[in-house]
Every structure is written in C-alpha cells, then in structure tokens.
C-alpha cells in the first residue's frame, strides 16, 4: 500500500465512478482498477462492490476510507511540520473567532502578528465559540478565540482578555445620568436583546426574576446593529465594553456599570493538545500571548 493508492481509493468511494476517479487522478481507468485490485489483495477483502457503472464502499471499504482520510491528514501536517522547521513562517494559518471579537479585539493582534510574519496568511472562520470548539476537535481549523471555560478535553486553553459587561444606553435616556445602575431598574427599560452567545445567555439569567414584565423590544443577530439601535433611543442593552469603545468615544452610546453584579466575559486561546502544531500557529499563540501579558 502507498499514500498514491488510498488516494485512487478515496476518489473511487467519493465520486462513485472508475472513470470519473481516473479523470481526477489523471490516471486511465485500467490504471485505477489497478490499484484498487492491489489494496484489495494487501487487505484480503473486497473495498468496493461494483454494480453495473455505480461503484459503492463495502463494510470492509468504509474501514479503510476512515483510516485513509486520517492517514493522508497526517502525510499533510508530517510534510507541512518538516518543511516548517527552520524556516520563517509560512502558509495558511486558520483562526476561529466570532464576529465581535473580530472586529473589536483581534485587528492589533493581526496587525501585529502580520507585520511580524508576512508569509503567513490569515484565513478566519467566524462563527459562535461552540462551533469553533467543534472545527477545533476535528481538526478544520488551527487555532479559537473562544469564550471560557472550554470544557472539551482535547483542547488546551490559555485566558488572553478579560472584558466586562456593562449596560449601554444613549445619552439621552434617564438612566445615563446615574453612575451605577441596578438589574430592577435596567428590567423597566425597552431592552434590545441579542439573538444568541454569551451576552444573551448573561442577560437571560440576569431578568429572569423580571420575566412578566420585561419589555423586549428586539432580538437582534450582530452586535453592530445593537449599538446602532441603542444610540437611535431604540432601548437599552448590556454590551462587552470594548465592542462599544468607539462609540463611546463618539458620544453616541454611555456605558454604565451594573449594581451589585461584577459580569465578565474571558477569552482564550485554544487548540488541539495532540496536534503537531505549524510555526504559524505557534508564534500567532506566542504572539497573542505577550500582547495579553502586556495588557
């Protein structure tokens, strides 16, 4: 067996055809029944039941197609972990992040980190914290942004920034004159509420006691249209501080701390413990390391 023939393999399983797999492998469709026959005799089974023109995995096959997938993912990283060494950072880095974080937290790290290693290029998965744990666990992406605690036992973490939630509101509305504001108070304010993630899931908790009273006036999907819609009048909002420092700085939002409650939300880094990690991910975590220590 060699890494030539689990390709042919996988191509045949994936595309259901000799000849369409030997298109794809720029082999004749004789040089791919071939191979196929040569794995079949180094296993001792049949891979793939032909019938007629539809080529399908036998139980044996769908073995073998799970272990090639692995086996060729880490001819990959074996390849890319050799090249790397002793050499400056190069390739595709793959981080995962959600879209706030992208936005609000993460461009001086770029900036930093592409100014350090411009052979590298950035590619960014955005999405929630879980399913950036999900792509961590099967291996899609390199390195998370993620909210803490990661409870995943394959993934390490390390805490790189702390941000607290605050109540935001436009400086027109009452409560912006008080210099703390309690959750009763907040409770009694048209609220606009983000659809989904950790803010939400915070502020959930926080009004329940206020349920038959809350006045929700919207659900919304990005943290940009919150902020655009508090600064409107819209209602109020508990916001990261740091996604809203723009606009503070603006005048067009007042962030205002909440009686009695001490909220934040901790990032980490995070990535796979068993994973032969590239010199792109390791100095982007070194990086993103010293950046939070200077913090």
């Not at 023939?5 to 040089?31: I, Y």
């Not at 700085?249 to 413990?273: F, H, M």
């Amino acid at each position: 067996m060699d890494f030539d023939q689990l390709v042919t393999f996988m191509e045949v399983a994936k595309l259901g055809s000799f000849s369409r797999a030997g298109q794809k492998v720029f082999r004749s469709q004789s040089a791919v029944s071939a191979q196929i026959r040569q794995l079949e005799q180094e296993y001792g089974d049949r891979l793939l039941d032909r019938s007629g023109k539809d080529v399908s995995l036998t139980p044996a096959g769908r073995v073998l197609f799970a272990y090639a997938e692995r086996l060729l993912q880490m001819k990959d990283e074996s390849l890319l972990a050799v090249a790397d060494q002793g050499s400056a950072p190069r390739g595709t880095l793959v981080i995962g992040a959600n879209e706030a974080t992208c936005l609000y937290v993460l461009p001086d790290v770029f900036a930093k980190y592409s100014h350090l290693y411009p052979g590298v290029q950035i590619s960014i998965y955005r999405n929630f914290s879980y399913k950036i744990i999900e792509k961590l666990e099967n291996g899609s992406i390199d390195v998370g942004i993620v909210t803490l605690p990661v409870k995943s036992p394959s993934l390490k973490s390390y805490p790189i920034f702390r941000d607290q939630l605050m109540l935001m509101v436009s400086p027109q509305n009452a409560l912006a004159q008080h210099e703390v504001v309690p959750i009763s108070e907040i409770a009694k304010q048209p609220l606009l509420l983000p659809k989904t993630g950790f803010s939400r899931r915070v502020m959930d908790k926080l009004f329940r006691p206020y349920a038959g009273k809350l006045q929700v006036r919207m659900e919304l999907p990005s943290v940009g249209m919150i902020k655009s819609f508090v600064a409107a009048g819209l209602g109020v909002s508990l916001i990261s501080a740091s996604f809203a420092r723009d606009q503070v700085l603006a005048g067009r939002v007042k962030l205002i701390p909440i009686k009695d409650e001490e909220l934040w939300r901790e990032l980490g880094l995070a990535y796979r413990r068993d994973r032969t990690l590239t010199r792109a991910t390791t100095t982007f975590i070194s990086t993103v390391r010293q950046l939070a220590a200077s913090k």
